[in-house]
């Protein structure tokens, strides 16, 4: 039993940095509509250069993360304007294959400047475990699940309270009426693409303090991309607890597999079995809005 509940606990803090990951998704799609395919190569790219901020120029990990959080606002900004814009009233189609072309450029670059081993972050905290319910915590597990929570309630009331949140969110339900009021789409854009950009690069670094990094990071997208899908496209409360659910699920049925049946890699099944079971029963997600068209 003790097992399971550390297989739970891990997957727990994966799931909340699933959840971080997959909230990148939904920004961008809640206001303009695309599928980012790059979201995974934003939060290796983020990670790298904390990483590298850290270890090769020595700057204290405080401060090589808000330089961080800086170089993921521009790039966001840089991509948006320079490669998305150019596309506005484009085909949608036409903007996915971007950013999947996209996906490809960041990671050749990572390849190119970082090379492709493990790098490992600097001890930041404590590596004495703490106890809790008679359990141990590694204290890194206990900083990023609050981390993922903290940021997921600070966005969640930024949409729903601040002036450009509801812009943005108009701007996600009806572009044209929110033009009509005065709202600047192309602003709006950019910053959906900045602030999933610095979600991302949040989530690179968080996880590079637990794994390592490597250039294979990216792939975590698409692992995540199954808990978009489960939570709903457009749902920002879907895609935390469609990034809890996939990374708990992930962490248990692998330790079952390996425990009673004796199978490894089970982990990377599971996600795609459960999200085809629930889309059978509610095709928009857990939490998704069914459009309901009128002809």
């Not at 994966?14 to 939060?43: D, P």
């Not at 993921?72 to 996915?96: F, K, N």
């Not at 969640?156 to 601040?162: E, L, N, Q």
């Not at 490894?264 to 996600?271: E, K, L, N, P, S």
Request: proline residues 4%.
């Amino acid at each position: 039993m003790e097992y399971y509940l550390q297989v739970f606990i891990s997957g727990l803090v994966v799931g909340s940095i699933y959840s971080l990951v997959a909230l990148g998704f939904v920004i961008i799609y809640k206001a303009t509509k695309v599928v980012n395919f790059a979201q995974g190569e934003l939060l290796m790219l983020g990670a790298y250069v904390c990483f590298s901020l850290t270890v090769e120029y020595g700057l204290p990990f405080p401060a090589a993360f808000l330089l961080t959080l800086c170089f993921s606002l521009v790039l966001g900004l840089t991509v948006e304007r320079l490669a998305l814009r150019p596309l506005i009233g484009q085909p949608i189609i036409s903007v996915v294959m971007v950013t999947i072309g996209l996906s490809s450029v960041l990671k050749s670059v990572v390849q190119f400047v970082w090379g492709t081993q493990i790098r490992v972050f600097p001890q930041v905290l404590p590596v004495v475990p703490i106890t809790i319910g008679g359990l141990p915590v590694a204290p890194v597990y206990i900083v990023a699940f609050a981390l993922s929570l903290a940021l997921f309630v600070a966005f969640s009331a930024f949409f729903k309270y601040s002036r450009t949140g509801i812009a943005m969110r108009a701007t996600a339900y009806d572009q044209a009426a929110a033009a009509s009021m005065g709202i600047s789409i192309k602003r709006i854009f950019a910053m959906s693409w900045c602030i999933a950009a610095v979600v991302s690069a949040i989530g690179g670094v968080i996880l590079g303090n637990i794994n390592g990094i490597n250039s294979q990071l990216g792939y975590l997208g698409l692992k995540v991309f199954p808990a978009v899908i489960l939570g709903g496209l457009d749902s920002m409360l879907g895609a935390a607890l469609g990034g809890l659910i996939i990374g708990i699920l992930e962490n248990v049925c692998d330790g079952l597999a390996k425990d009673i049946l004796g199978l490894d890699g089970f982990r990377d099944v599971a996600a795609f079995v459960v999200l085809v079971i629930v889309l059978m029963i509610k095709p928009h997600g857990l939490f998704g809005t069914h459009e309901i068209e009128r002809v």
